[in-house]
């Protein structure tokens, strides 16, 4: 049988380096999704039903791109990160806590995703230059929903 290293195409020193970035990308998003359900909990005012409704569908989409970016990472043949401590250990973003004042949260979340995107077209780039083509969609793909949804959100707070 084939090793998982020649069934992919790709070499281990650049799967434990992509896999790096993407646990450290998969923290982010683990800490991203928590912050959500918090403002969702939390939210409060005038816009409290649309904000509420929002920010639900933008947890469940976090929470399919966590497992997405898990996914990938076992796909190249190693481990994601898996414990609230190792999230906490490699987040790079900040934790969010007690924001019930909605313009504040989507702010937070704007914030979060220019962080995401730096990360992301930053492993969009390696996976380019690596012929990894699983790793570049999925980049690709994150970085066009998250172009939108800061449009969303910036127009939202104009």
Do not use: C
Request: glycine share 6%.
């Amino acid at each position: 049988m084939e090793t998982l290293e020649l069934q992919v195409g790709l070499n281990q020193e650049y799967k434990i380096n992509v896999a790096t970035k993407l646990n450290v990308l998969l923290a982010d998003f683990q800490i991203y999704y928590m912050n959500l359900r918090g403002l969702h909990w939390n939210v409060k005012g005038r816009r409290f039903f649309m904000l509420h409704e929002k920010l639900e569908e933008l947890y469940t989409e976090t929470n399919e791109v966590v497992d997405e970016i898990a996914e990938r990472i076992l796909s190249l043949g190693l481990q994601p990160l898996h414990t609230l401590e190792d999230y906490l250990e490699h987040k790079t973003i900040r934790v969010s806590k007690n924001i019930s004042n909605g313009d504040v949260g989507v702010a937070g979340i704007l914030d979060t995703l220019k962080e995401l995107l730096i990360q992301e077209r930053d492993i969009l780039e390696s996976a380019s230059n690596n012929n990894d083509e699983g790793t570049a969609s999925l980049m690709s793909d994150l970085v066009s929903d998250q172009e939108k949804l800061i449009w969303m959100l910036t127009s939202y707070l104009s």
